[in-house]
């Protein structure tokens, strides 16, 4: 639930939230606190749920949280810029989704010019370079072509780490910088995949050879003791529980393939039942092995979540799967 704001000169009422009133300066075509208070929220959930590190490595705090959001609104035009945004939304919602998915893009470009922006991009050099050799298997998932069809990763690291140590590649220059030579990035990516045994999200791909060779955007700093003053200050800083929400329900949804949002929607059958109805898009002989898979993958990002957040995960998440399965028919 979202959750409000205390009344003041730039609300009319405490019940307001702070996505309607920012709705409504912006359409108002008068950018003010409360578009900065959700700039400042949408930065936190994408930082919070994409492990986002800080620029220059570190700790993030309330100094550098500032930062980026004065960033972002320097590079997107001003709170001005985002007008044009809030016009084209249908409504205080849309306007909230919009602006996470412009900050995560804000990050991505951002990230591009780090050493570990730079080895994502030689990855995807290199699994085009590779070609008919591999395939991609759904949005930002990839896997051997012999093995496109097979239940998707399930998590496991010792098999992939250890293929990816068995490859001999060039040792990482000064600064934390990949080496350049693309047969070292073919050779990973192909040693990973087959190690994996079946489909395996870019980012999954991308962080196990990002070890192997030693990429990093910034050297291991020290973490900061719990008195520090800047730590107890932004742990004070609740975070919005809708904006999580919608940015973990993202983050799962954009992680399945055709098949596992298919048998999203029967997870609470058994495995016959759930045959019986998607019968037509996964056979009798994997669907076992693709529900336990998509199960694994849902604890591997729900684990931990409280109640309410984990209510408002799934609320988030049967309304993208209702909004796919209208697209398909």
């Known amino acids: 639930m979202t959750r409000e704001v205390p009344s003041g000169d730039w609300l009319k009422a405490s019940t307001v939230s702070v996505s309607d ?17 959700l700039v400042r929220r949408c930065v936190d959930a994408a930082i919070r749920t994409r492990n986002i590190p800080p620029p220059d490595g570190g700790h993030w705090d309330l100094e550098r949280r500032r930062d980026t959001c004065g960033a972002f609104l320097a590079d997107a035009g001003g709170g001005y810029a985002l007008v044009g945004v809030a016009i084209a939304s249908n409504d205080p919602t849309h306007l909230r989704r919009q602006l996470l998915r412009r900050i995560r893009w804000w990050f991505a470009d951002a990230a591009r010019t780090t050493p570990v922006g730079r080895h994502r991009r030689r990855v995807r050099a290199a699994l085009t370079k590779l070609g008919a050799t591999v395939t991609n298997t759904g949005p930002r998932r990839w896997a051997l072509a012999a093995k496109a069809d097979s239940p998707p990763w399930d998590g496991r690291l010792d098999d992939v ?33 087959a ?27 020290p973490l900061p003791g719990e008195d520090d003053p800047a730590v107890v200050a932004a742990a004070s800083t609740a975070p919005d529980q809708q904006l999580i929400a919608v940015e973990i ?24 039942e759930a045959h019986v109805a998607v019968d037509h898009v996964v056979s009798r002989s994997t669907i ?35 909004t796919w399965l209208g697209r398909q028919t």
């Not at 999954?204 to 030693?214: G, P």
Request: include cysteine.
């Open 21 to 37: 009133a920012a709705f409504a300066e912006l359409r108002a075509f008068e950018p003010g606190p409360a578009t900065a208070e």
């Open 161 to 193: 780490t250890s293929a990816a140590k068995a490859i001999a590649v060039e040792p990482p220059r000064p600064g934390g910088e990949a080496p350049t030579d693309g047969r070292s990035y073919q050779a990973l990516c192909t040693a990973v995949l």
């Open 195 to 221: 190690a994996a045994g079946g489909p395996m999200s870019f980012e999954d791909l991308s962080a196990i050879t990002a070890r192997r060779l030693n990429v990093t955007n910034a050297p291991d700093a």
């Open 249 to 272: 329900a993202d983050q799962i949804w954009d992680d399945m393939d055709d098949r596992q949002r298919y048998v999203f929607g029967h997870l609470h059958e058994t495995t016959d």
């Open 288 to 322: 076992g092995a693709r529900m336990k898979a998509l199960k694994t993958l849902l604890a591997g990002v729900l684990t931990g979540l409280d109640d309410e957040l984990l209510d408002e995960v799934a609320r988030e998440l049967q309304d993208r799967h209702r």
